[in-house]
């Protein structure tokens, strides 16, 4: 069991190493590929195909086997990987994230599932634990990794650096790991699949290219942008007859899962805002090293883990969520309007103070409210409603990266690119951002203070054909 604790655990810290390690490397890339207008199309794909991949896989799992659809995803990961350390152009890049990123979608689905295949029902939370930790520590390393890689060696390495660990995870698997045993028939919403992606691809690429590669009142961008609505509306339309569809409409009918999905959007795209421009602004503005660059962004990363867990052990304690999210909403709001005043002379340690108070209200938001909505859904549920709300932190981070990102363009323009230009640009990043966090306070105040249930094996007890899933990495 250990063994297979030590490759689920290396396959899914690929998978979070790689949602971050690039946001320290970007400026550099796009120094050496050019695009610099596409810059954010570097996540942005990575976390679009994760999205449009996590779904499925844990239904593929079932039905063809865990162990199979895993070492899969390990091998396209890794192909990826290749080929993005290998690109010579951004265009080859992006195609090589997309890759990536579905093969990403299997590694953080699929190793959560493996290790509740294996693992006792009453130790299973004490795995998950020592998970989770993993998945953090990864996640904020992923900046610091990254600059140390592009000031050593070169941007590359990012990717490089997964081939031996990807390697190892699979042996460890291939070898240890059971194979699954009865197959469960499922009906894969592959329609919805489509529809979900095709819509959320054309809001990127409206919010990426307008203003900058296509005028705003251009017939390109007007048909990207009905095409949006018309591809949403369909999305709804298919998941309400879909068999199985991949977003469950009928969750959002409860007022708790409603508000806790609408939280996770909002920190969703306000971590990644962090992420990406904080790191970007001590660049271009301050001109850190990468390395100095990750070392700034740790700050939010701790301060989100630090969050979650002071958040988490009080929860435990007192049984009461619902004051989480909304102090947390209210830091997130002061954590971005305070980087809102960054300037040309803003020290380093600032910066990083800043982002610390960002982080601290994005961990008590994140978990708080995931819980929330798992002690809300049905036990027959619980699985469901719990990727449900992942699958819209997800959403927040894949449409607010590409939006924020042509606000940056727009302030760019006019102002040039140097120092003088960014350190006006990114602040109005942040200011943007300020009314997402406020929105986050409105969606928190209307979240339901419901008591937390007694226990769960009494919940599986009465219902044995539930199945439970367990609760997964509360900070990215």
Request: hydrophobic share 55%.
């Amino acid at each position: 069991m250990l063994l297979v604790f030590v490759g689920v655990q290396l396959a899914q810290t690929m998978g979070a190493l790689d949602g971050t390690i690039v946001a320290t490397a970007l400026p550099t890339i796009t120094d050496d590929l050019g695009g610099f207008s596409r810059i954010t199309w570097v996540i942005t794909t990575y976390a679009l195909a994760g999205v449009a991949s996590m779904p499925l896989y844990g239904k593929l799992g079932d039905l063809y086997g865990r162990r199979r659809m895993l070492l899969g995803a390990i091998a396209l990961f890794l192909g990826a990987s290749l080929v993005c350390g290998a690109a010579q152009t951004l265009d080859q890049l992006l195609v090589a994230r997309f890759l990536q990123g579905l093969g990403a979608g299997g590694l953080g689905t699929l190793s959560m599932a493996v290790l509740a295949d294996v693992v006792p029902p009453r130790q299973l939370g004490r795995w998950m634990g020592y998970q989770g930790v993993g998945f953090a520590v990864s996640s904020v390393a992923g900046p610091l990794v990254g600059g140390l890689f592009v000031d050593h060696l070169s941007w590359r390495w990012a990717f490089f650096v997964n081939l031996p660990v990807g390697a190892v995870a699979a042996a460890i698997l291939a070898v240890c790991l059971p194979r699954s045993g009865a197959r469960i028939e499922h009906a894969l919403d592959w329609a919805g699949s489509a529809l979900l992606v095709a819509s959320l691809s054309c809001l990127v690429l409206v919010a990426t290219l307008g203003g900058e590669t296509w005028a705003w009142t251009s017939p390109q961008l007007l048909g990207l942008a009905a095409a949006v609505p018309l591809l949403g509306w369909a999305f709804v339309r298919r998941e309400l007859t879909a068999p199985e569809p991949v977003l469950p409409l009928r969750l959002l009918r409860d007022r708790v899962i409603r508000a806790s999905i609408g939280v996770n959007v909002t920190s969703g795209i306000l971590i990644w805002c962090g992420i990406f421009f904080v790191p970007l602004f001590v660049q271009e503005v301050r001109g850190a090293t990468p390395t100095q660059a990750g070392f700034t962004l740790m700050p939010l990363m701790f301060g989100a883990a630090i969050g979650t867990l002071a958040a988490g052990r009080s929860v435990e304690r007192t049984g009461r969520i619902r004051s989480w999210p909304i102090v947390g909403s209210v830091l997130m709001a002061a954590g971005v309007g305070l980087l809102a005043t960054l300037g040309l002379g803003s020290a380093v340690v600032v910066v990083a103070l800043w982002a610390l108070v960002l982080g601290v209200g994005i961990g008590f938001v994140m978990q708080p409210s995931l819980l929330a909505a798992q002690n809300a859904a049905p036990v027959a549920d619980l699985g469901t409603a719990t990727s449900t709300v992942l699958l819209f932190r997800s959403l927040g981070s894949t449409v607010g990266i590409p939006v924020f990102g042509g606000i940056l363009n727009a302030g760019l323009v006019g102002h040039g690119k140097d120092a003088a230009a960014f350190a006006h640009a990114v602040p109005l990043v942040f200011l943007a951002a300020v009314p997402v966090a406020v929105l986050s306070i409105a969606v928190a105040l209307r979240l339901p203070d419901r008591p937390l249930r007694e226990g769960l094996q009494a919940d599986l007890a009465e219902d044995p054909d539930a199945h439970p899933i367990p609760i997964v990495d509360p900070v990215v």
